[in-house]
């Protein structure tokens, strides 16, 4: 292809891949599996499309300059520009929603651009979400709100700065296309990346089919592509599916850890990467809840908080039965027997890091407890708690955060003193100790408020609240003496945001 330098007038392509796409090359890996996994789509742009903002930590994996022209951005973000290399596809899966077993889905408004290989950060799908119907839409319309874009991308960069697997966001468009949900709202794309976006329900809809063939098709494709090191194994696809297990118990481990809450975990929202993917009604924790419901629409509460760990068992164990041609029946069972130890060592070895103690002690499981039924009973916010109770020094006096959050009651001063005193048994300096937990526990996180603050000034056209938002959740670890105001817990107003599913 001619680079630009070299050509006065270069149409839009040419400019986008002597620009952007010179250090990644399409390999589209999951295309050259055939059309029995997916179907080949188009993007349908959307009308007037502005670019509301671009992750840089996200454009740095590829190499793209966020700075570089925004109207050539914008075409690639609304689909207008499929760069030579690149085959739109849109993948099928099937699921267990809340439960019930459908027996097809797939991407109803998600496309794959292609997938790229770069030199440096590996390989990402591109993926666009709320381009256009595709042949899995069941009569919905392909489309995502800005409202739901907005909280996607925040949501996704914001776990990535917290250190927790996910499904990145290169940025996002709004636009004047008219989207109908409860009321009139714009549509808006989302450009998602990953190594891989494929979910336990593209398994399990190729063994409801009966399609062993394909399924192995598929366990072969994630262990040459991104489990290469499991093929030395004996069993390598025992060892994928152990390695499923391995990461999901983490996952769900660093969720419970900083309050996350997915909302709908269904195991077509279940990654085989282990990431988290297909950010909907989720929510933070703020005053602390364990049977916290984010989803509006989840009335059994399926996935409250205090659900997540033992729904991570439930869907793996849906995606041992789709692996059941691969394993012997015993194996898949002693696996995803080992799954609750692996959570609850996760979840523990997680918990002594937000406490700053070095190494389990006995006692440790009830002081932990003991913290957690003051924080419910007080109605306080997780996630300025622990970053209080980072503060907290052994030779200084109570910080002022830690008292005014724990209204200074006699239980907790009581549960401070057991706390003083499991501290002084250990080694490390005291100071060591709040450098570690002010490193494990943030001070930022996006908070609902905060995305509807944003999401407010977005549908007026001000972009400005969902950029700042991004900038300060990209560091949710440092004190942003600036941004002090983020970290606030949600003023009353905001307290009973719920989020739906209609997104
Ligand atoms: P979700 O709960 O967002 O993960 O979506 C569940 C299924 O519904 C997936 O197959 C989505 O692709 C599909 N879906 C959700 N919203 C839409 C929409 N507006 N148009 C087409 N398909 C959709
Ligand atoms: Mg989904």
Not at 337 to 366: I, V
Request: charged share 20%.
């Amino acid at each position: 292809m001619t680079s630009a330098a070299e050509n006065p007038n270069p149409t839009t392509e040419q400019r986008f891949a002597s620009n952007w796409l010179s250090n990644l090359n399409p390999v589209n890996h999951f295309a050259k599996l055939g059309e029995e996994f997916y179907s080949e789509v188009n993007p349908l742009p959307l009308a007037k499309p502005r670019l509301v903002d671009l992750s840089p930590a996200a454009c740095q994996l590829l190499d793209i300059d966020p700075n570089a022209d925004e109207k050539d951005l914008c075409a690639m973000l609304n689909g207008e520009l499929i760069p030579s290399g690149f085959e739109p596809i849109s993948m099928l899966y099937a699921g267990h929603q809340f439960g019930v077993w459908v027996p097809q889905l797939g991407d109803g408004r998600a496309m794959i651009l292609a997938q790229v290989e770069n030199p440096r950060s590996g390989l990402w799908e591109l993926q666009l979400k709320g381009s256009g119907p595709t042949p899995y839409s069941r009569h919905a319309d392909g489309r995502a709100v800005l409202r739901s874009t907005i909280r996607e991308y925040l949501c996704s960069e914001a776990m990535h700065a917290l250190g927790i697997p996910t499904t990145r966001a290169l940025g996002l468009i709004d636009s004047d296309t008219a989207v109908y949900r409860e009321e009139v709202e714009t549509g808006a794309i989302l450009m998602r990346m990953a190594p891989s976006h494929l979910r336990f329900g593209n398994f399990e809809l190729f063994a409801s089919r009966e399609q062993q063939d394909q399924v192995k098709q598929l366990a072969d494709f994630v262990l040459q592509h991104h489990r290469s090191e499991l093929l030395e194994k004996d069993k390598p696809y025992l060892a994928l599916y152990q390695d499923v297990i391995r990461r999901t118990a983490s996952l769900m481990a660093q969720w419970q850890s900083v309050g996350f809450c997915h909302g709908v975990m269904n195991t077509d929202n279940m990654s085989i990467l282990g990431l988290t993917i297909d950010y909907g009604p989720f929510g933070f924790m703020e005053a602390y809840n364990p049977s916290h419901i984010c989803n509006h629409s989840d009335h059994s509460g399926r996935y409250a908080f205090n659900q997540q760990g033992d729904i991570g068992w439930w869907n793996l164990a849906a995606l041992g039965n789709a692996f059941l041609s691969l394993l012997e029946l015993d194996e898949a069972k002693l696996a995803i027997e080992s799954y609750k130890s692996l959570y609850q060592k996760a979840l523990l070895d997680l918990h002594l890091k937000k406490f700053g103690l070095e190494a389990a002690m006995e006692g440790d499981g009830e002081l932990i407890q003991d913290w957690f039924k003051i924080l419910e009973s007080g109605g306080i916010d997780f996630t300025n708690a622990f970053r209080a109770l980072s503060h907290f020094s052994l030779v200084e006096s109570t910080p002022e955060q830690l008292q005014d959050l724990f209204a200074d009651t006699q239980e907790f001063k009581l549960w401070l003193d057991r706390y003083s005193t499991r501290l002084e048994k250990q080694v490390i300096s005291d100071e060591t100790r709040q450098k570690q937990m002010l490193a494990t526990n943030p001070k930022y996180i996006l908070r609902n408020y905060l995305a509807e603050n944003a999401i407010a000034r977005a549908k007026q056209g001000d972009y400005s609240e969902v950029v700042k938002l991004r900038e300060v959740l990209s560091n949710p670890f440092d004190e942003q003496s600036e941004n002090e105001i983020y970290a606030e817990a949600a003023p009353a107003w905001a307290t009973g945001i719920s989020i739906s599913c209609s997104s």
